[in-house]
Nanobody
């Protein structure tokens, strides 16, 4: 089992920034990749970014150049830096972990971008 706890969401104005954190605990040795997805009201959940245990990253086209994913292996934590935020970025952001035994999800953290 892997437990994921997100933090760092909030409300910001367009153009603002936030930093999300996701702390992993439990059977973390099984994790091969961690990432973030988001779900806006009335829309399907979509991939935002992920990072492999080797450090390779992937981003959705909609966030390239604005969001940055990173990980601190010593702290078992993944971060998502959100810059130049737009109203379309408003969503619940979920952390996830891929392991050999299955996928795990956090409960999500709300990000609201509004003037």
């Amino acid at each position: 089992q892997v437990q994921l706890v997100e933090s760092g969401g909030g409300s910001v104005q367009p153009g603002g920034s936030l930093r999300l954190s996701c702390a992993a605990s439990g059977s973390i040795f099984r994790i091969t990749r961690m990432g973030w997805s988001r779900q806006a009201p009335g829309k399907q959940r979509e991939l935002v970014a992920h990072i492999t245990d080797g450090g390779s990253t992937t981003y959705a086209d909609s966030v390239k150049g604005r969001f940055t994913i990173s990980r601190d292996n010593a702290k078992n934590t993944v971060y998502l830096e959100l810059n130049s935020l737009k109203p379309d970025d408003t969503a619940v952001y979920y952390c996830y972990a891929n392991t050999w035994a299955g996928d795990y999800w956090g409960r999500g953290t709300q990000v609201t971008v509004s003037s």
